[in-house]
């Protein structure tokens, strides 16, 4: 969606709410016959919505907790979470330290609890519904806003509380953002891309379709034509002989065939960084410009870390400063037999190790974890000939910014559930939920609740290298960690 209708919001639960419309209408359901209500069906759609406070109009202010069941938009804990974590741990063999989330369905307490944020004013119920709430006295609005309905938990939990939301930064990080789903995710979304003129879904005749045939893209607008929107697109475009589809039936075999696009590693940033503020886009640009200086300086024979112009030859100096060492201080005498530059058969040898601050002083003069060889270094002009030969351009970089969390960005989620204490003898009336000091569980908490990255993958194999050097340049203008998992990795699962 966002590649070939980027002005459009589009949220799932805004279409989910559509399709409930939709199979009301083409069913010809009445809920009145089932004992609902128009207000009932309001509440269904806010609930699907995630509607806040100040805009539900379904239920009543004392009802507010009926909204945390299904979509918990005050701490995140609801059961559409607890149900696909347990589908998922199951379908992909997560290892979850504790899956035992019926405890949290049977000691689930519905009571009076502190304010998660500040008391805010709600909105009163306009619209043709307000005639069905009665009027609160002024006292009970102010008991109300101060002690709200929620969904709370006994005190013991919460270690429970704190795994189940680390579930959830573990469930995105080894499965929804691993790179290899990643990987045929935007290849299944360049597929579709490709594909998205030539193929029609039947939906609704229109003004703006009067075929009633609508692109993929296109199926957003109709809810008859979403819901004949499925996965047999796939298949249609693999069996398909139309010249249109050749793009990206060939993507589709790639994928068959396992040849996926390379993912060249993630670094990690900081909250109001430069990458922070930066868009993808922008980040395209930068790794394109720093493409280009990368050949420039190859062509030109200079290195590619500009920390390492004037350096002279590292090796060199690394071995007049060896020689300047007193017999004590030589492990062995191997370069006073050589007057060549020492190689790193001579440097890494099984029979001889070289000091540690000469191996750190050729490392860092090369940029390089093994020092070269003299023929290496000789031949180095030759090596440098793929990078000379091969040019990016946007169509071949995909950057990604990766933002995994507890499910509250940088803060802690187990801040906005709110526990009671089961042995204290109060009835749930006058017994008030509290927040949990952090200190009360702050051995199982993380030092950080969110992981900010940015990862690169490219699309053509050919230029996979030198969009690495392109990125690790990025990445040293930037003083961020050279990137992670490097292309002898690239491919693996």
């Not at 891309?193 to 030539?198: G, H, L, Q, T």
């Not at 990458?275 to 050949?295: G, K």
């Given at each position: 969606?966002?590649?070939?209708?980027?002005?459009?919001?589009?949220?799932?639960?805004?279409?989910?709410?559509?399709?409930?419309?939709?199979?009301?209408?083409?069913?010809?359901?009445?809920?009145?016959?089932?004992?609902?209500?128009?207000?009932?069906?309001?509440?269904?759609?806010?609930?699907?919505?995630?509607?806040?406070?100040?805009?539900?109009?379904?239920?009543?202010?004392?009802?507010?907790?009926?909204?945390?069941?299904?979509?918990?938009?005050?701490?995140?804990?609801?059961?559409?979470?607890?149900?696909?974590?347990?589908?998922?741990?199951?379908?992909?063999?997560?290892?979850?330290?504790?899956?035992?989330?019926?405890?949290?369905?049977?000691?689930?307490?519905?009571?009076?609890?502190?304010?998660?944020?500040?008391?805010?004013?709600?909105?009163?119920?306009?619209?043709?519904?307000?005639?069905?709430?009665?009027?609160?006295?002024?006292?009970?609005?102010?008991?109300?806003?101060?002690?709200?309905?929620?969904?709370?938990?006994?005190?013991?939990?919460?270690?429970?509380?704190?795994?189940?939301?680390?579930?959830?930064?573990?469930?995105?990080?080894?499965?929804?953002?691993?790179?290899?789903?990643?990987?045929?995710?935007?290849?299944?979304?360049?597929?579709?891309?490709?594909?998205?003129?030539?193929?029609?879904?039947?939906?609704?005749?229109?003004?703006?379709?009067?075929?009633?045939?609508?692109?993929?893209?296109?199926?957003?607008?109709?809810?008859?034509?979403?819901?004949?929107?499925?996965?047999?697109?796939?298949?249609?475009?693999?069996?398909?002989?139309?010249?249109?589809?050749?793009?990206?039936?060939?993507?589709?075999?790639?994928?068959?065939?396992?040849?996926?696009?390379?993912?060249?590693?993630?670094?990690?940033?900081?909250?109001?960084?430069?990458?922070?503020?930066?868009?993808?886009?922008?980040?395209?640009?930068?790794?394109?410009?720093?493409?280009?200086?990368?050949?420039?300086?190859?062509?030109?024979?200079?290195?590619?870390?500009?920390?390492q112009e004037g350096a002279g030859d590292g090796i060199a100096a690394a071995h007049n400063m060896y020689l300047t060492m007193s017999p004590v201080q030589q492990p062995f005498n191997a370069f006073n037999r050589h007057d060549s530059i020492p190689t790193d058969d001579m440097i890494f040898s099984q029979d001889s190790f070289a000091p540690s601050v000469l191996a750190r002083s050729m490392q860092q003069a090369y940029g390089l974890s093994r020092?070269?060889?003299?023929?290496?270094?000789?031949?180095?002009?030759?090596?440098?000939?793929?990078?000379?030969?091969?040019?990016?351009?946007?169509?071949?970089?995909?950057?990604?910014?990766?933002?995994?969390?507890?499910?509250?960005?940088?803060?802690?989620?187990?801040?906005?559930?709110?526990?009671?204490?089961?042995?204290?003898?109060?009835?749930?009336?006058?017994?008030?939920?509290?927040?949990?000091?952090?200190?009360?569980?702050?051995?199982?908490?993380?030092?950080?609740?969110?992981?900010?990255?940015?990862?690169?993958?490219?699309?053509?194999?050919?230029?996979?290298?030198?969009?690495?050097?392109?990125?690790?340049?990025?990445?040293?203008?930037?003083?961020?960690?050279?990137?992670?998992?490097?292309?002898?990795?690239?491919?693996?699962?």
């Amino acid at each position: 969606m966002n590649r070939v209708r980027p002005n459009d919001h589009w949220r799932h639960e805004d279409w989910s709410v559509n399709i409930f419309e939709h199979l009301l209408a083409q069913n010809q359901i009445d809920l009145t016959q089932y004992g609902l209500s128009e207000l009932d069906a309001v509440f269904i759609k806010e609930i699907v919505r995630g509607t806040k406070d100040k805009d539900r109009v379904g239920r009543p202010r004392e009802k507010f907790f009926l909204y945390d069941v299904v979509n918990n938009s005050r701490s995140g804990l609801d059961v559409d979470k607890l149900d696909y974590f347990q589908r998922d741990i199951r379908h992909t063999n997560v290892d979850a330290t504790s899956n035992n989330f019926q405890r949290f369905v049977e000691f689930g307490r519905v009571m009076r609890a502190e304010p998660i944020r500040p008391p805010q004013p709600v909105a009163g119920h306009s619209g043709h519904f307000s005639h069905l709430f009665p009027p609160r006295h002024p006292r009970d609005e102010a008991s109300s806003t101060e002690y709200d309905y929620m969904i709370c938990y006994p005190e013991k939990m919460v270690n429970e509380a704190v795994q189940l939301f680390a579930l959830r930064y573990q469930l995105h990080q080894k499965v929804y953002t691993h790179r290899t789903v990643k990987k045929v995710e935007f290849m299944l979304v360049d597929a579709m891309v490709e594909a998205d003129p030539y193929i029609l879904i039947p939906g609704s005749v229109t003004d703006k379709h009067p075929e009633g045939l609508y692109r993929m893209s296109e199926c957003v607008e109709d809810p008859a034509a979403l819901s004949n929107l499925n996965d047999s697109v796939i298949y249609l475009i693999e069996t398909s002989t139309r010249p249109e589809l050749a793009k990206a039936n060939q993507i589709l075999q790639r994928i068959r065939r396992r040849e996926f696009y390379d993912c060249l590693g993630k670094t990690f940033y900081k909250r109001g960084s430069n990458a922070d503020r930066s868009n993808e886009e922008e980040i395209v640009d930068a790794l394109l410009r720093c493409a280009t200086e990368v050949q420039e300086r190859l062509r030109e024979g200079r290195p590619l870390d500009t920390d390492q112009e004037g350096a002279g030859d590292g090796i060199a100096a690394a071995h007049n400063m060896y020689l300047t060492m007193s017999p004590v201080q030589q492990p062995f005498n191997a370069f006073n037999r050589h007057d060549s530059i020492p190689t790193d058969d001579m440097i890494f040898s099984q029979d001889s190790f070289a000091p540690s601050v000469l191996a750190r002083s050729m490392q860092q003069a090369y940029g390089l974890s093994r020092v070269p060889t003299n023929s290496s270094l000789q031949g180095s002009s030759q090596s440098s000939d793929p990078f000379l030969e091969v040019s990016l351009s946007r169509e071949d970089i995909i950057v990604e910014k990766m933002h995994i969390h507890y499910g509250l960005k940088g803060d802690n989620p187990v801040s906005r559930l709110r526990f009671y204490q089961k042995a204290s003898g109060a009835s749930g009336e006058s017994q008030i939920a509290r927040q949990l000091k952090e200190s009360q569980y702050e051995t199982v908490l993380p030092r950080v609740f969110e992981e900010l990255a940015i990862r690169v993958f490219c699309r053509d194999p050919r230029k996979t290298k030198l969009l690495m050097k392109a990125f690790e340049k990025w990445c040293r203008d930037q003083l961020f960690p050279s990137p992670m998992m490097g292309l002898s990795q690239a491919n693996d699962v």
